[in-house]
């Protein structure tokens, strides 16, 4: 059966496509840096984006059903939050970055594309946040039913 296009929801694991394009713009906007920065911020911002991905397919693999132990929803809840903590870092890392090459250091072909890339990382990054956080919401409800 169809559904209409403004009827249409977001798939639940549509956080885990996200996260994974969170790491690839991630890793083609860390690329153009020299390797000078390498130690400054290029492999912390590289390592969280790939924390975030690893984590959100570890709580994914943790299925939510109704026979679910409360330990086992522990697990995934740690993993989600632990994903959703490390996105609130990069998205800080993120403004830093900007800042940093506003000042002058600039790898990019104009201030456009500067702008544009660093405007698009910045939307995946926030989306990535929003959608963890109803994810988190959304299993702490299922779960609470689960139990009653």
């Not at 394009?21 to 984006?49: A, G, Q």
């Not at 090459?101 to 698009?120: P, Q, T, Y």
């Amino acid at each position: 059966m169809s559904v209409p296009k403004s009827k249409r929801k977001v798939a639940v694991a549509q956080f885990i496509q996200d996260a994974r394009e969170l790491r690839v713009k991630t890793v083609h906007i860390m690329k153009r840096f020299p390797n000078s920065y390498r130690y400054i911020f290029v492999n912390d911002i590289t390592r969280m984006s790939a924390d975030i991905y690893v984590d959100c397919v570890r709580g994914n693999a943790i299925y939510m059903h109704k026979g679910m132990l409360r330990g086992d929803y522990e697990l995934r809840r740690h993993f989600l939050m632990q994903a959703f903590a490390t996105v609130e870092a990069l998205n800080a890392e993120i403004s830093f970055c900007y800042a940093f090459i506003m000042d002058g250091d600039n790898f990019f072909k104009s201030a456009k594309d500067r702008d544009a890339k660093f405007e698009a990382w910045t939307e995946v990054g926030v989306r990535m946040r929003e959608r963890l956080k109803a994810l988190l919401a959304s299993d702490k409800k299922r779960f609470e039913e689960y139990q009653s």
